[in-house]
């Protein structure tokens, strides 16, 4: 069993930064890839990023790309988001999740486990 709890959430202006966290429990968490998805009030539950379970393949959804950046210490059990940059679009839930496809995925459907994810609200 996995268990997610992400923290990091919080508000801030557009043009800021802020760095989400993702702690994980189980033994096996070097064996899953990790991801973060997220989800803005009324719209489907969209994949942001994901790591493979080496942590040295990472993949982003186009609209973060080159100012979101996800990373993970397995030593640790830790997955991070560092946002920056942000915008008011950018605002939503955001949830992190662990996936057995080692390699990971853009598909919420191939994740096995999520966390209660945390806000995060950008203001203009």
């Known amino acids: 069993q996995v268990q997610l709890v992400e923290s990091g959430g919080g508000l801030v202006q557009a043009g800021g930064s802020l760095r989400l966290s993702c702690a994980v429990s189980?033994?096996?968490?070097?064996?899953?890839?990790m991801g973060w998805f997220r989800q803005a009030p009324g719209k489907d539950r969209e994949f942001v990023a994901h790591?493979?379970?080496?942590?040295?393949?990472?993949y982003y959804a186009d609209p973060v790309k080159g100012r979101f950046t996800i990373s993970r210490d397995n030593a640790e059990k830790k997955v991070y988001l560092r946002m920056n940059s942000l915008k008011p679009e950018d605002t939503a839930v955001y949830y992190c999740?662990?996936?057995?496809?080692?390699?990971?995925?853009?598909?919420?459907?191939?994740?096995?486990?999520w966390g209660q994810g945390t806000q995060v609200t950008v203001s203009s």
């Open positions: 999740a662990a996936s057995r496809r080692m390699s990971g995925s853009t598909s919420a459907d191939d994740y096995d486990y």
């Open positions: 189980g033994r096996t968490f070097s064996n899953y890839a």
């Open positions: 790591i493979r379970w080496s942590g040295g393949r990472t």
